[in-house]
């Protein structure tokens, strides 16, 4: 079942701080009002272990893996890691998963396969593992990492909702049309509340220029119009406002509210403040929904 459409949650990467500094962050959050807070998956804190930390310390909003690499874990173990969180959160955990990309898995050992293969095998085996203890009494959605047609068809039968990333207001009334209008469509959207449109974009093209190298990602802004051009140079200003949200507090709720009209269930805010670190709250403080 989806949530009312104007939930938002938060993505943050908070592997380099302390886990003081992480828990105190994350019930900030909770109380300006976030649903849900999304823990990536690089190299730093594990997420199922960073998530049952950050369950344990906060009482109403939802913890989510955003997302889990299917590759580095046994089937096995997610199920187990879904199950036991769901079952000590009291439903309020949500299970992200996705399967990362080649470079990052090669370098760790594992043979890549067409993710439309990996995935729905996957899939397959995790709806064969039954529960050995007690059961929870709300399961944990199960949210797939999905922006072509192929995987996000998959999720529609098969899982509860999918995530989106960097993408535009088209491509999530893209996604909706393709989902059908029952599944969860959680949109992580890069946002800044910065007014000036040169200090604006400068921020922008340093936090996301590994993007604009990644084919994956190339290949579905090209379906939305762009071209190498865009890609050059650390972004054309066009790419850049598709990717990053910026300007006062009407312009950032313009866009989310955008996101809303074209299907999204939840909008994941993605704050890149740059000082005095990513701890900063100015943006989520514009954007926060209150309780």
Not at 42 to 67: D, Y
Not at 169 to 186: D, K, M
Not at 224 to 232: E, K, N, P, R
Request: glycine share 6%; with cysteine; charged share 20%.
């Amino acid at each position: 079942m989806r949530d009312k459409p104007a939930s938002r949650g938060v993505l943050a990467m908070l592997d380099k701080h302390s886990v003081a500094e992480m828990t105190a962050y994350v019930r900030r959050l909770e109380s300006l009002g976030y649903d849900s807070f999304w823990i990536p998956e690089l190299f730093g804190r594990e997420p199922f272990v960073t998530a049952a930390h950050l369950l344990n310390h906060t009482s109403r909003i939802r913890l989510a893996t955003g997302i889990a690499n299917i590759y580095v874990r046994d089937v096995h173990a997610i199920a187990q890691g879904r199950d036991t969180l769901a079952e000590l959160s009291a439903g309020r955990f949500i299970l992200g998963v996705g399967v990362s990309n080649v470079a990052l898995n090669e370098t760790r050992g594992h043979l890549w396969q067409p993710p439309l293969v990996k995935m729905r095998n996957f899939l397959d085996k995790l709806a064969t593992i039954k529960e050995q203890s007690a059961a929870a009494a709300a399961s944990a959605l199960l949210i797939l990492a999905a922006h072509g047609p192929q995987l996000q068809q998959l999720a529609a039968e098969r899982c509860d909702g999918i995530l989106t990333y960097l993408m535009s207001v088209e491509h999530t009334r893209r996604s909706r049309a393709q989902l059908g209008p029952r599944a969860e469509l959680n949109v992580v959207c890069a946002m800044l509340a910065q007014t000036d449109a040169s200090t604006a974009r400068r921020i922008a093209r340093s936090t996301l220029a590994y993007y604009l190298t990644l084919d994956y990602y190339q290949r579905e802004w090209r379906k939305l119009g762009y071209s190498d051009a865009d890609f050059a140079d650390g972004g054309s200003d066009q790419l850049i406002d598709m990717l990053v949200a910026w300007g006062d507090a009407a312009a950032l709720e313009t866009r989310l509210a955008a996101h809303i009209t074209a299907g999204a269930t939840r909008v994941i805010v993605m704050p890149i403040d740059p000082a005095p670190t990513e701890l900063a709250m100015k943006t989520l403080q514009v954007l926060a929904p209150g309780v």
